[in-house]
Nanobody
């Protein structure tokens, strides 16, 4: 069973940066599209970004465009989410999820992904 492990969360001031990592110990993550979702207290889960295995095609939700960058290092078999200019509304638990390559109409659907991590907490506060 493929299990994902996120790391890199923490407490950061508004305007600061964090980089999250997603690994799949014992599996080759490079074979999967990987998405990042987040869930804030009292709110529904929402997609943040996705990176496919095809030419590194990426998708972003409008709220993070220009601030977040998703990337993958296949040599390290790791997917990263670089988060800059963080805002208090970015606070939440961030999850990575893996699945087949989605179309642009599919990447935001959590049901599309078969494998999930346990999440890492990101708190943006002064």
């Amino acid at each position: 069973q493929l299990e994902l492990v996120e790391s890199g969360g923490g407490l950061v001031q508004p305007g600061g940066s964090l980089t999250l990592s997603c690994k799949a110990p014992g599996f080759t993550l490079a074979y999967y599209a990987v998405a990042w979702f987040r869930q804030a207290p009292g709110k529904d889960q929402e997609v943040v970004s996705c990176i496919t295995t095809k030419d590194g095609t990426t998708y972003y939700t409008d709220a993070v465009k220009g601030r977040f960058t998703v990337s993958r290092n296949n040599a390290e078999d790791t997917v990263f989410l670089q988060m800059n200019s963080l805002k208090p509304e970015d606070t939440g638990i961030y999850y990575c999820a893996a699945g087949p390559n989605p179309h642009d109409t599919e990447f935001s659907d959590p049901l599309y992904y078969d494998h999930w991590g346990q999440g890492t907490q990101v708190t943006v506060s002064s």
